[in-house]
């Protein structure tokens, strides 16, 4: 599974560059600072609201409604399973803001940028 995560995250990079070559010259520095951005706060977003929604317990069939910000599973092997999973679904959500950078690059401040990625 981590593995997996490290491939998928590997194409931060891919898009990166993909969106580098897309856009015209001098943008380069803030294209790639963008894509830094998406994987931190998309981690840090993730963490605090994303895997309660995933997985959370109580759940309904659409969302979870609990363990938002998970830190202190019962038992190490608990641990372990909810972490790599918790870098999984994450990998995917920061790929996907970075697909959406392509989109928008040299339309957006990088503040809003930010704010948007956080979402």
Request: aromatic share 16%; net charge negative; glycine share 10%.
């Amino acid at each position: 599974v981590l593995t997996s995560s490290f491939v998928i995250l590997t194409m931060q990079s891919g898009f990166g560059l993909l969106e580098m070559g897309s856009s015209m010259p001098g943008f380069e520095v803030n294209i790639m600072v963008k894509n830094v951005m998406d994987v931190v706060f998309g981690a840090l977003a993730y963490w605090l609201v994303g895997y309660g929604l995933s997985y959370g317990r109580p759940s309904n069939p659409f969302c979870g409604m609990g363990d938002f910000c998970p830190n202190d599973p019962y038992s190490t092997t608990e641990a372990g399973l909810m972490y790599s999973q918790y870098i999984f679904q994450f990998s995917f959500a920061a790929t996907a803001t970075t697909i959406v950078s392509g989109a928008i690059a040299m339309r957006m401040k990088f503040g809003v940028y930010v704010v948007y990625s956080s979402y």
